[in-house]
């Protein structure tokens, strides 16, 4: 009789422990044992030589568009492009059409999933005046990664703007909620700045002051309430600045697009390619991002807002333009060439993509390489050297920033409880995402 349903033999592996060879066993979907199993016999054995296999990369922002936009993207699409680019599980936004604002569209969006979500899978519930009251309902059911409140207006109809909205959605939750926080009042004040045709004036419609006026309302409410909150996509300086005195009530989300990218360099080379909210913004904030965020440890996690558009859309003149771009495919390879070019270490980029996700959302049994985690890896050549292509793209958009980046780094598979997803390039093992739990969750 094996020992073990898999072993993974002969790779570099990176846990809590630090980095070192060895070997991982995995029984029932769960790793079961963690070093030299030359010995052991299992049901089957995946080479990993010359491989770093690391906890499985967790997304914890995407925009799948289903229902409602699926032109755009949906689940089947999005989630092939997570495993393609060694992304074993993502967070759904609720900006959906109609919005994910109650318990019957949540469980539309888990049935949707079903037999189709290459990865596994959570869904946020997005907060409302209406559905303010039952927020601390909504959060606890199956599937539901938590609340997400957008203070400033966006894509789609989901918006508290006002003070008083913000209160009662605080007063509410008790599980750690994310915010897209820019200041509503701000924004439309601002509005007559954006020149046509001009991205460049993209960064000062939505200006890094509107931001920080949102994340200081934020803090102040999330102080009163004694409550947790997730500051998603920050993108400037002040805010980094700020949000490192608050570190008692908030965790911080950054993106890959803010630190690669900055304006105006990036809007005259992409133009509305590279319109998103809030904005890339300047070589200043960029280099804040990573000295106070990455280096310092500001930033809790990596997400990528992952938020498709055509490009007929994205042709549209300023401030036509929709805001959002692809990015749960090139997550992996653009962040291990910043590994690379030692921007981060690599026991840094899993702690911002694996446990840092585990820590902040309470997710179970998943973000670390340990005995009774699930058996989530994913497995990166570091050597390995390719140009990321629009036409490799799995989003339906067809697109990405990143076309022609040159990478160092790459994930050449995917695994998701003992199963392999993605290896060399394809979807092997396809439709077996399921639902994630969340300790704060989990039922009595």
Same mark, same amino acid.
């Given at each position: 009789?094996?020992?073990?349903?898999?072993?993974?033999?002969?790779?570099?592996?990176?846990s809590?422990?630090?980095?070192?060879?060895?070997?991982?066993?995995?029984?029932?979907?769960?790793?079961?044992a963690i070093?030299?199993?030359?010995?052991?016999?299992?049901?089957?054995?995946?080479?990993?030589?010359?491989?770093?296999?690391?906890?499985?990369?967790?997304?914890?922002?995407?925009?799948?568009?289903?229902?409602?936009?699926?032109?755009?993207?949906?689940?089947?699409?999005?989630?092939?492009?997570?495993?393609?680019?060694?992304?074993?599980?993502?967070?759904?936004?609720?900006?959906?059409?109609?919005? %994910?604002?109650?318990?019957?569209?949540?469980?539309?969006?888990?049935?949707r999933?079903?037999?189709?979500?290459?990865?596994?899978?959570?869904?946020?519930?997005?907060?409302?005046?209406?559905?303010?009251?039952?927020?601390?309902e909504?959060?606890?059911?199956?599937?539901?990664?938590?609340?997400?409140t957008?203070?400033?207006?966006?894509?789609?109809?989901?918006?508290?703007?006002?003070?008083?909205?913000?209160?009662?959605? #605080?007063?509410?939750?008790?599980?750690?909620?994310?915010?897209?926080?820019?200041?509503?009042?701000?924004?439309?004040?601002?509005?007559?700045?954006?020149?046509?045709?001009?991205?460049?004036? *993209?960064?000062?419609?939505?200006?890094?002051?509107? $931001? #920080?006026?949102?994340?200081q309302? #934020?803090?102040?409410?999330?102080?009163?309430?004694?409550?947790?909150? *997730?500051?998603?996509?920050?993108?400037?300086?002040?805010?980094?600045?700020?949000?490192?005195?608050?570190?008692?009530?908030?965790?911080?989300?950054?993106?890959?697009?803010?630190?690669?990218?900055?304006?105006?360099?990036?809007?005259?080379?992409?133009?509305?390619?590279?319109? !998103?909210?809030?904005?890339?913004?300047?070589?200043?904030?960029? $280099? $804040?991002?990573?000295?106070?965020?990455?280096?310092?440890?500001?930033?809790?996690?990596?997400?990528?807002?992952?938020?498709? *558009? %055509?490009?007929?859309?994205? $042709?549209?003149?300023?401030?036509?333009?929709?805001s959002?771009?692809?990015?749960?495919?090139?997550?992996?390879?653009?962040?291990?060439?910043?590994?690379?070019?030692?921007?981060?270490?690599?026991?840094?980029?899993?702690?911002?993509?694996?446990?840092?996700?585990?820590?902040?959302?309470?997710?179970a049994?998943?973000?670390?390489?340990?005995?009774?985690?699930?058996?989530?890896?994913?497995?990166?050549?570091m050597?390995?050297?390719?140009?990321?292509?629009?036409?490799d793209?799995?989003?339906?958009?067809?697109?990405?920033?990143?076309?022609?980046?040159?990478?160092?780094?790459?994930?050449?598979?995917? !695994?998701?409880?003992?199963?392999?997803?993605?290896?060399?390039?394809?979807?092997?093992?396809?439709?077996?995402?399921?639902?994630?739990?969340?300790?704060?969750?989990?039922?009595?």
């Open positions: 009789m094996n020992a073990y349903d898999l072993i993974v033999r002969g790779g570099v592996v990176v809590h422990a630090g980095e070192g060879a060895g070997d991982i066993g995995v029984r029932g979907g769960k790793i079961a070093g030299d199993l030359s010995q052991a016999s299992a049901g089957d054995v995946f080479d990993a030589k010359g491989l770093h296999i690391l906890p499985g990369v967790i997304d914890t922002q995407v925009h799948f568009r289903e229902p409602g936009n699926e032109h755009k993207e949906d689940l089947e699409t999005g989630t092939r492009a997570a495993a393609l680019g060694g992304v074993t599980a993502v967070f759904e936004m609720p900006n959906t059409t109609p919005p %994910t604002t109650s318990a019957e569209a949540l469980a539309d969006k888990l049935a999933a079903k037999g189709r979500a290459h990865v596994d899978h959570a869904f946020y519930v997005g907060a409302t005046h209406e559905n303010a009251d039952q927020l601390g909504l959060e606890r059911l199956p599937g539901c990664c938590g609340v997400k957008f203070m400033g207006s966006s894509t789609g109809t989901l918006l508290i703007g006002d003070d008083e909205g913000l209160d009662k959605v #605080l007063r509410n939750i008790r599980r750690r909620a994310a915010f897209h926080a820019e200041d509503e009042a701000r924004l439309q004040e601002r509005k007559a700045l954006a020149r046509e045709g001009d991205w460049t004036s *993209h960064p000062e419609v939505r200006d890094d002051q509107a $931001a #920080l006026m949102a994340v309302r #934020l803090v102040a409410g999330a102080r009163k309430h004694g409550k947790r909150v *997730h500051v998603l996509h920050v993108s400037s300086a002040v805010e980094m600045e700020f949000l490192a005195t608050a570190k008692d009530v908030a965790t911080v989300e950054t993106l890959p697009q803010f630190l690669s990218f900055e304006g105006p360099q990036i809007y005259r080379r992409l133009n509305g390619f590279a319109q !998103m909210n809030p904005p890339i913004r300047y070589a200043g904030d960029r $280099a $804040a991002l990573w000295s106070l965020g990455i280096a310092q440890g500001v930033v809790d996690v990596l997400g990528t807002d992952h938020a498709p *558009h %055509t490009r007929e859309e994205k $042709a549209q003149p300023y401030p036509k333009s929709p959002g771009m692809p990015g749960v495919q090139t997550l992996v390879p653009v962040m291990l060439t910043h590994v690379n070019q030692g921007r981060l270490s690599l026991a840094r980029f899993v702690d911002l993509t694996s446990a840092g996700p585990q820590r902040v959302f309470g997710i049994d998943k973000g670390r390489i340990a005995l009774g985690y699930d058996a989530d890896f994913t497995l990166v050549d050597a390995a050297r390719r140009t990321i292509r629009a036409e793209q799995a989003t339906r958009c067809g697109w990405t920033p990143f076309d022609g980046f040159e990478a160092t780094g790459w994930p050449m598979a995917t !695994m998701i409880r003992g199963r392999v997803v993605m290896r060399d390039g394809a979807v092997v093992a396809p439709s077996q995402g399921v639902p994630m739990q969340f300790l704060e969750a989990l039922a009595p």
